[in-house]
């Protein structure tokens, strides 16, 4: 055998074809199969895979790309879609009440710490003050006027039956005792106000619970000197109803409406689930977030639920409108994508569709396709010419 008889021999030998050879050999497989796959199929090797007219693409019967293929209906996505808000625990603001003095003077007694409970009418304080002295000493002084004018217009009316008093006199005296009157009404209002009833014989103004709850802020200590009334002492919030506050993203304003339902989770109780319904909007956005503010508001007689904890908000969206496929679907070509929609059985047309959300399952397609459409699902990329 010459010498090019055995360099050929070597060449074709399998025992000594080098990776790279290999490489090039399966290359060169693969290209002549899918040149198989031009638009009229004439290739001689043989099936034909598909063929193209115009805009369709026509998958023959014996063509072995229907074996890769899969179809799938696409179905409308009319249902709601959830959207999840960020939120928080608040306390109902009709239900936070802080404690001011209304007089000046000296704690002479604090009886609560923050965090107590206490319940309406429960004193908290008490304030040794002059103001409630001589506020106590009016009161009683309008009282001993009154009785004297009253004594005064008894005798002026008997004087006057008998004849021995003009009209004049009994007119005064009726004039002393309304005013006398009048006066201790308006003393006696003012000790009311200052809650001071109770310490009238102390000389000392009690400051008293306005609703049960808990102390959850307080800024005295026995021995303060009280001498702003504008000033809070102490704050009792009622925890008996709280509002969850969810911020709305301005492009959701219009799913929030009051009434909607609710489902909330809270990051202090996973995997527990409240539900409740919007029962407030705010009218305008917040200016530094672009947000609104809903509130739901939840009973919580236990006290579970407290003033600052992490929430989040699910509420129901509108429909989203258009159709889900399965992300197997899409084409990608240059900046387009597209889908091969079946115009009848193993006849597909291209559609350039438009999506919106995406899940790494799902897309959400908003234009190109609509419910009912049968789209490849699978192997679409083997027609993606």
């Not at 249902?79 to 939120?87: G, N, Y």
């Amino acid at each position: 055998m010459d010498s090019s008889h055995r360099q050929n021999r070597n060449v074709l030998c399998p025992n000594v074809l080098c990776p790279n050879v290999l490489c090039l050999a399966l290359c060169l497989s693969l290209l002549s199969l899918l040149s198989a796959c031009g638009k009229t199929g004439e290739t001689g090797n043989g099936p034909v895979m598909f063929t193209q007219d115009r805009n369709l693409l026509v998958v023959p019967a014996n063509s072995p790309l229907r074996s890769h293929l899969a179809i799938q209906t696409v179905e409308s996505s009319g249902a709601k879609q959830t959207i999840d808000l960020p939120a928080s625990v608040e306390a109902d603001p009709h239900r936070v009440v802080n404690i001011l003095a209304p007089l000046t003077g000296r704690v002479a007694a604090l009886n609560v710490q923050i965090g107590d409970h206490v319940k309406r009418g429960q004193v908290m304080a008490v304030i040794a003050s002059g103001d409630m002295a001589q506020a106590i000493f009016d009161d009683d002084k309008a009282r001993d006027a009154l009785a004297l004018a009253k004594k005064a217009l008894d005798r002026a009316r008997g004087v006057h039956t008998a004849g021995g008093a003009a009209d004049k006199d009994l007119e005064t005296a009726q004039s002393t005792y309304n005013q006398a009157d009048a006066e201790q009404v308006r003393a006696h209002n003012r000790l009311l106000a200052l809650n001071g009833t109770e310490a009238a014989q102390a000389k000392q103004l009690m400051l008293t619970a306005p609703q049960s709850g808990v102390i959850t802020a307080l800024s005295i200590a026995p021995g303060t000197q009280v001498g702003d009334p504008t000033a809070t002492l102490m704050t009792v919030t009622n925890v008996d109803q709280v509002f969850v506050t969810a911020n709305v993203a301005e492009g959701d304003v219009g799913d929030a409406a009051v009434g909607s339902d609710a489902a909330i989770t809270l990051t202090a109780y996973p995997g527990r689930i409240f539900h409740g319904r919007v029962s407030t909007v705010n009218a305008v956005l917040e200016p530094d977030t672009r947000r609104q503010k809903v509130r739901i508001a939840l009973a919580n007689p236990d006290g579970t639920l407290l003033p600052n904890m992490y929430a989040t908000v699910h509420l129901a969206g509108t429909p989203a409108g258009g159709v889900w496929v399965p992300q197997s679907a899409l084409l990608m070509n240059n900046d387009t994508i597209s889908v091969l929609r079946e115009v009848r059985p193993w006849v597909f047309q291209r559609r350039i569709v438009r999506i919106s959300d995406e899940t790494d399952a799902t897309a959400h397609v908003l234009s190109g396709l609509q419910a009912g459409d049968r789209v490849v699902v699978r192997g679409g990329v083997l027609l993606n010419d």
